[in-house]
């Protein structure tokens, strides 16, 4: 199975340093960056290009005639997955570095759109609360307003798919990371953005977009039209997804369009539009 640069938990032993170092090496521009292999575990950020049933390495892209490396395997604890792929209960939508280190710590799993996707007020007063502040954690900015009066985090926190009770509404920073792996267009991107992601694991690193990178999604599913879109426009206008994370001392929450990327705030009590998630621990 082809899969995207990311970071993979890389067991290795073998006295020739010089063979597996080359054997893992990537094309392009997805270089390994933790330096020099050494005999025993470490996180790399490579491309694998396959593998068998078990996990272990197989064949990695070196030059012309890609070696077979002798004693590597890969931690399959979590399964090597391309984007838009159905897995726990909804689609895989990217990695995050919670730890904000460059180095995995969990999984984004999108909601399917006809039960996850809703439109609803975040809060049904206009007065402002602490709380829910955080750019990275949705589920403790959802889980700490999951009452009667955010219908939002309620609806999310009550969904139950495929057996799943944990969705939540994304924060800030997982929304953003959502629109880099799942834009649905091909449209230009903005490149207003004034935040830094510290949980992204995209490349550029922390989801610096240009006007061309982000790509439209490789995941079919996802694209504009069809069944698990995003939605980017509504005829000439711009549809912003909300997010769980509220700006301080107001009664606004962060939103982004899945359009070009841009950034906005959306009101507590707008009927805005949301999409649960989960996240899986690696």
Do not use: C
Not at 139 to 144: D, H, L, S, V
Not at 145 to 150: A, E, F, G, P, Q
Not at 195 to 215: G, H, K
């Amino acid at each position: 199975m082809t899969a995207t640069p990311d970071i993979i938990r890389l067991k290795y032993s073998s006295d020739g340093d010089a063979a597996i170092r080359a054997a893992i090496a990537t094309s392009g521009t997805d270089p390994i960056t933790t330096g020099e292999l050494v005999v025993g575990i470490e996180d790399f950020r490579v491309r694998l290009y396959s593998k068998d049933a078990t996990g272990r390495i197989v064949e990695a892209v070196s030059g012309t005639s890609p070696p077979t490396i002798d004693g590597g395997d890969f931690n399959t604890a979590f399964p090597v997955l391309n984007i838009g792929d159905v897995y726990g209960g909804g689609y895989y939508g990217g990695l995050i570095s919670f730890s904000e280190n460059y180095v995995a710590t969990h999984a984004l799993i999108v909601s399917p759109k006809d039960v996850g996707e809703f439109n609803l007020q975040y809060k049904t007063t206009n007065t402002a609360e602490a709380g829910a502040a955080s750019d990275k954690d949705g589920y403790a900015n959802t889980q700490n307003v999951n009452d009667i009066n955010h219908p939002a985090a309620q609806y999310a926190r009550t969904l139950n798919i495929s057996g799943y009770t944990d969705w939540y509404i994304p924060s800030r920073f997982e929304l953003d990371i959502l629109y880099y792996y799942l834009k649905p267009s091909t449209a230009a991107n903005s490149t207003s953005k004034t935040f830094v992601n510290t949980i992204a694991m995209t490349d550029p690193p922390r989801n610096e977009y240009t006007a061309s990178n982000p790509l439209r999604t490789s995941a079919t599913v996802f694209q504009t039209g069809e069944s698990q879109v995003f939605i980017p426009l509504v005829g000439a206008f711009a549809t912003y997804y909300g997010s769980s994370t509220q700006v301080t001392g107001s009664t606004t929450i962060r939103s982004q369009t899945f359009h070009n990327s841009t950034y906005a705030t959306s009101g507590f009590t707008a009927t805005t539009r949301f999409r649960a998630i989960r996240k899986i621990a690696l």
